[in-house]
């Protein structure tokens, strides 16, 4: 850790709190992610592990990149130091500091095109990320480049362990009732994130889960049987009723133009199977006026 100096703290989590730091040798910004593992576990907790090994795995523009790992002992305690390239807000953060430049529908447009991107790439790798949210898309506010980060909760899509890990306000709907994690997840997380660039809200705001499946139901109407099993069992045990309607998406993203209201229903479906995927809604008539690579 000699060639690098922590700055200040920009971020806490579970496990670990990120710094700002420094470089000596290259001169460079960077990330600090440090892991303070305690004497009581055994190791390097799974979630870390895990990161360090998509990260290394994966290679593009719109992913974070690990520059190196450092572990080290820092006041007879194991530390280990994930050493990502600097990015100077999060996308929840950008949207509050940058309110004006982040409900612009050409930099909406930009940022949705790009988490698309770094998400097509992953699921190419059959990675699934599994918690994306505002807080976990890094933003460069002066290129405006983002960068899907926070790997800690992914798996390989081998993995089909239905629990829910997404954090409640982006978590797809099967998840919630026993359903199997797949790349159609991340897609409904995109779906909420896009949502919330254009309203700068979230889409389903509530701490409790029964509030955002009330929201849900309300915005798409209530599912069948075939999608949820158990639907009706579930709308009479909550006093949800059963001939709620659908509402008009266009009314609840007023300001986003049609074919971006079209991208964004094949992104919160019910079925799984339905949603559009990252790839194919890179191609979606809604990016037709953007830049391609």
């Known amino acids: 850790m000699e060639k690098y100096e922590k700055l200040e703290e920009i971020g806490v989590g579970n496990f670990a709190s990120v710094y700002k730091g420094y470089n000596s040798e290259t ?25 360090i090994s998509f990260l290394r795995e994966m290679e593009h523009s719109n992913i974070v990149r690990l520059l190196d790992v450092v572990d080290t002992v820092e006041h007879g305690r194991n530390k280990v130091y994930l050493v990502l390239e600097y990015m100077d807000v999060d996308l929840k953060k950008f949207i509050k500091t940058h309110s004006e430049t982040a409900k612009n529908p050409h930099v909406i447009k930009s940022f949705l095109h790009q988490i698309l991107s770094g998400l097509a790439y992953c699921h190419s790798h059959k990675i699934l990320h599994r918690d994306l949210k505002p807080q976990n898309l890094l ?29 409640l306000l982006y978590v797809a709907p099967e998840l919630m009732n026993g ?17 919330e660039m254009c309203n700068q809200k979230p889409l389903f705001y509530s ?48 300001d986003l133009e049609p074919a971006g209201v079209d991208l964004l229903s094949k992104m919160l479906r019910y079925k799984p199977e339905e949603r559009i995927t990252a790839y194919d809604a890179l191609k979606h008539p809604y990016f037709d006026d953007i830049e391609r690579p």
């Open 179 to 195: 359903g199997i994690t797949s790349a159609e997840a991340d897609l409904w997380s995109v779906g909420c994130i896009f949502a």
């Open 207 to 254: 701490s409790d889960h029964m509030n955002i499946v009330r929201k849900i139901f309300s915005l798409l109407g209530i599912p069948d049987e075939e999608t949820w099993p158990t639907v009706r069992a579930y709308c009479q045990y909550f006093g949800i009723p059963e001939n709620n309607p659908p509402k008009n998406l266009a009314e609840v993203v007023p």
């Open 139 to 167: 933003i460069d506010s002066i290129e405006r480049i983002l960068k899907l980060a926070d790997f800690g909760s992914a798996r390989a899509v081998a993995y089909t362990r239905g629990e829910q890990v997404a954090t």
């Open 27 to 51: 001169n460079e910004t960077v990330a600090l992610k440090w892991i303070n593992i305690s004497d009581e576990s055994e190791g390097v907790p799974s979630s870390i592990i895990r990161e």
